[in-house]
């Protein structure tokens, strides 16, 4: 590959790249935005919708999502650190909890 070649691809790249990061900026997402947002693909994101295991909304037939309430869905699913576990049960008992 040539270096203007070279040069087109990268300009290429770094123009997808901004497009989809300016979509991703909205309030709210399509359901191949969202998927996307999520790094998941659209099919599962559309099996998460259909089980209602993701918040979402609907217009008509059109599945639409916030990106408040996906920012919120994903730290709901954190996964937890073994020091912050430890830590929880070290408060829990300190507290008298268990």
């Known amino acids: 590959m040539t270096e203007v070649q070279e040069k087109m691809k990268n ?9 989809n990061q300016k ?5 709210y997402l399509s359901m191949k935005e969202a998927a996307l947002y999520l790094s998941l693909k659209v099919s599962y994101l559309y099996q998460l919708t259909s089980k209602r295991m993701i918040p979402h909304s609907k217009v008509g037939r059109l599945n639409i999502f916030s ?3 996906l920012d919120s869905f994903i730290e709901q ?3 937890h650190t ?4 430890k830590q929880t049960a070290i408060n829990d008992y300190v507290l008298g909890k268990v």
């Open 67 to 69: 990106t408040s309430q």
């Open 11 to 19: 300009k290429n790249e770094l123009h997808k790249k901004q497009k």
């Open 77 to 79: 699913h954190k996964v």
């Open 82 to 85: 073994i020091d912050e576990i």
């Open 23 to 27: 979509k991703l900026t909205k309030k």
